[in-house]
């Protein structure tokens, strides 16, 4: 097990009157992918929002490399180098599909080898680069909001749901980009409900039920443990090969 690069620490998130988090404990080691399981409304998305800023934590720490971030303001936190992929595919719908990338580079402009390396993960990206992002289907959009997390080197990946939708091969371009990503010095948090793609890709597992995390561990020992896999989820990841 790597040293974490973020760790949860009895964290509570209210929105509104609603007690969503309460009190997570969520350890993301550096480097692989971490995979964040649960039921809908189990508090999944509200984890990354809070990570992110975008949520205020009412309680608890969220510490990025040793620093309590809960109370930055989101862009000092993307200036950590955490980039957020959230599942809503959140694009400049105005803009090109190249303006989009390039906001996205906060270091200067886009590097040409980097943005190679992208689209050859995202071939459709090339011939729709001059179009507006707003002009393409959920999946274009999807790999838009990727690339752009992925058009600089990040410390810190948070997606949520990426495979939501897509078609199969778009799926496969995913799975390809993530296992490359992996080989680099990106950590990724991961919230995934097509346990095919976990199951090849997760190093490590979190499980929430009710805006609290029940189970962490190697994804390995969970997707080998069907009745582990019945009692945390109510399904075996057999059963969605």
């Known amino acids: 097990m790597h040293d974490p690069i973020l760790q949860l620490s009895a964290v509570h998130t209210h929105i509104g009157e609603y007690h969503i988090l ?6 993301v080691p550096r480097g692989g992918l971490s995979v964040l399981l649960g039921r809908n409304g189990a508090g999944k998305t509200t984890t990354l929002r809070t990570i992110m800023g975008l949520w205020k934590a009412s309680a608890g720490t969220v510490r990025f490399e040793g620093r309590d971030i809960a109370a930055l303001a989101t862009p000092d936190i993307a200036q950590l180098g955490i980039a957020y992929v959230p599942e809503s595919m959140a694009v400049f719908s105005d803009l090109t599909v190249r303006e989009n990338l390039y ?12 943005v190679e390396w992208i689209f050859g993960f995202f ?3 090339r011939k729709f680069w001059h179009y507006p992002a707003g002009n393409l289907s959920g999946g274009q959009k999807q790999m838009v909001a990727i690339a752009r997390a992925m058009v600089e080197p990040r410390k810190l990946l948070l997606i949520d749901e990426p495979t939501k939708g897509l078609a199969p091969a778009i799926i496969q371009s995913l799975i390809a980009a993530f296992a490359e990503l992996k080989q680099t010095d990106t ?10 793609v976990v199951k090849h890709l997760g190093d490590t597992v979190s499980v929430m039920d009710d805006g609290k995390v029940v189970h962490a561990g190697a994804m390995r020992a969970l997707v080998e443990d069907d009745k582990l896999q019945q009692r945390l989820l109510g399904l075996s990841l057999s059963a969605h090969q």
């Open 103 to 114: 906001l996205a580079a906060r270091n200067g402009p886009l590097q040409e080898a980097r």
């Open 187 to 196: 950590t990724i948090l991961l919230v995934e409900q097509n346990f095919s």
């Open 123 to 125: 071939p459709a990206l």
């Open 22 to 27: 309460q009190g997570v404990d969520l350890t």
